[in-house]
């Protein structure tokens, strides 16, 4: 999954850790939300380079017993050179609704700080903030909790067809 988001050039002023725990939660039963990134607060804000991962098993012991092609769905995100233009991609082309959830959140987050419009279509047609969370209501109104169960459920059907990493640049 590959979607674009258009600044307006500034940079962001959340962290790594407060967008993945908006994306998945900061704590859960007192434990603290595990997940595996590349890139950090500097890199983030300074230069829009991240990924960030669910470290699944580690935050809820049943993933340990799933049996599927896909454990890790990490989320990338990346300035285009050149450009106010973020690009927000996914390992996989088909992902599971925990982390699709997610990754909506981390589009409008960051969408709504830079006052961003949003593309899913490679860059051809462009939806504001509030257009792309109506869009993608049913997803993004669901807890971590229910994404979760639904994505126990999806995960032993999931087929790993991996995103097309070519650069737009």
């Known amino acids: 999954m590959r979607i674009y988001i258009e600044t307006n050039g500034e940079k962001t002023s959340f962290g790594y850790r407060e967008l993945a725990e908006k994306m998945w ?27 960030v991962s669910l470290d699944k098993w ?25 450009r106010n233009i973020i690009e927000i991609v996914s390992t996989h082309t088909e992902i599971m609704t925990i982390d699709k959830r997610a990754m909506y959140i981390m589009i409008v987050e960051i969408a709504k700080e830079l006052d961003g419009k949003i593309s899913e279509d490679n860059m051809n047609t462009w939806l504001t903030v509030d257009e792309f969370k109506k869009k993608h209501q ?29 650069d737009i640049e």
Request: no cysteine; hydrophobic share 35%.
């Open 25 to 51: 939660f900061k704590e859960k039963n007192g434990k603290e939300l595990e997940i595996s990134h590349a890139g950090n607060d500097e890199s983030l804000q300074n230069n829009f380079e991240l990924a």
């Open 58 to 82: 580690l935050n809820d012991k049943r993933w340990s017993k799933v049996e599927t092609k896909i454990y890790f769905e990490y989320i990338e995100l990346k300035l285009l050179s050149d």
């Open 138 to 166: 049913v997803v993004l109104n669901r807890t971590y909790e229910e994404a979760n169960e639904i994505s126990l459920k999806e995960a032993p059907r999931m087929e790993a067809i991996e995103e097309p990493w070519d």
